[in-house]
């Protein structure tokens, strides 16, 4: 079966502290996307990638970066958390045009 | 701004009738749109999609229905169960320009036993 892993279901992090959220893809995808889901505001990009050491930005890359070194590993990076980043996080990865997107179960990131 | 809208943030049904959820768009590019299903705790899986070549798309009981001229598509659940209870998005695509679907705010149905 087919596998999108993201490496934490849950996460509590400190203002200030660098946060790495961690995604593996087993389906061999060239794309892969980060997002964010809030209420009311759906589902936001922030990153997506098309190939190894490609990346760029979405909607909402502000206070994000992102880290391509192997085609199956996206990690989106924050920074410097803020508590407005408290979120759920979803990754995705599609094989193309046409083709829907295979999501990870999410990180739900709390920050304090 | 909002290229694509779900203008009903939720939705309640009796068991056994008809779900239909709506979502507007406004960009006449988008030629390939998609439904998820979301549970809480856990990432959105697909449900259905369709062609802006084709009006109607069926699934069991799952069918979407495409208004090119209204910017329109709606998703039927006929008939509603319990387990249906989650979180709806729609998301659409320009399969001419990148892989990146918008998606729509969501709607939050529940089916009432």
Not at chain 1, 67 to 77: A, N, V
Not at chain 2, 54 to 66: P, Q, Y
Request: include cysteine; aromatic fraction near 12%.
């Amino acid at each position: 079966d087919v596998k999108v892993t993201q490496s934490s279901r849950y996460l509590v992090k400190r203002t200030g502290e660098k946060v790495f959220l961690e995604c593996v893809q087993d389906m061999d995808h060239e794309n892969m996307f980060w997002y964010r889901q809030d209420p009311g505001l759906g589902l936001r990009l922030i990153y997506f990638s098309y190939d190894v050491k490609m990346k760029e930005k979405g909607d909402i890359p502000e206070g994000y970066s992102v880290s391509r070194e192997k085609k199956e590993r996206f990690s989106l990076i924050l920074e410097s958390a803020s508590t407005n980043q408290t979120s759920m996080y979803l990754c995705a990865s599609t094989r193309g045009q046409g083709y829907g997107y295979t999501f990870g179960s999410g990180t739900r990131l709390t920050v304090v | 701004d909002q290229q694509v809208k779900q203008n009903s943030p939720s939705l309640s049904v009796q068991e056994g009738r008809i779900s239909i959820l709506n979502c507007d768009y406004t960009n006449s590019m988008f030629d390939y749109f998609l439904w998820y299903k979301k549970y809480p705790a856990e990432g959105p899986t697909f449900l259905i999609s369709i062609s802006s070549i084709k009006d109607k798309n069926e699934d069991g009981r799952f069918t979407v229905f495409l208004n090119k001229s209204a910017k329109h598509l709606s998703l039927h659940i006929v008939p509603s169960q319990p387990g249906d209870s989650a979180v709806y998005f729609c998301a659409a695509l320009t399969t001419s320009g990148t892989y990146k679907y918008i998606f729509g705010t969501g709607t939050r149905l529940k089916v009432l036993a």
